[in-house]
């Protein structure tokens, strides 16, 4: 949740990978645009060009149950 509060900085529930870039790039890390819009398109399950939080966490939630249990308790802390 914090990653993606993170990139969706208008708490709007999507992102595109322009945010991605943009927001990494304010914070020293950054991405090479065809990489982000790679990201994107991989992710985004109806094509509409926009990652939602239930994409976002397909792509970084592990697949091990045990795993995704403890992620998923975990509170967030960085709130908008």
């Keep these: ?3 993606f509060q993170v990139l969706d900085r208008t708490a ?4 595109t990978a322009h945010e ?6 304010e914070l020293g890390m950054y991405v090479n645009k065809e990489d982000a819009y790679m990201f994107v398109r991989r ?8 990652i939602t939080y239930s994409e976002f966490t397909d792509a970084f939630v592990p697949r ?8 998923t308790a975990r509170k967030a ?3 908008h």
């Design 1 to 3: 949740m914090d990653m």
């Design 12 to 15: 709007k529930g999507w992102i």
């Design 20 to 25: 991605v870039v943009e927001s990494l790039s």
């Design 43 to 50: 992710w985004d399950r109806n094509s509409d060009g926009r």
């Design 64 to 71: 091990s149950t045990y795993h995704a249990s403890m992620l």
């Design 77 to 79: 802390y960085y709130l």
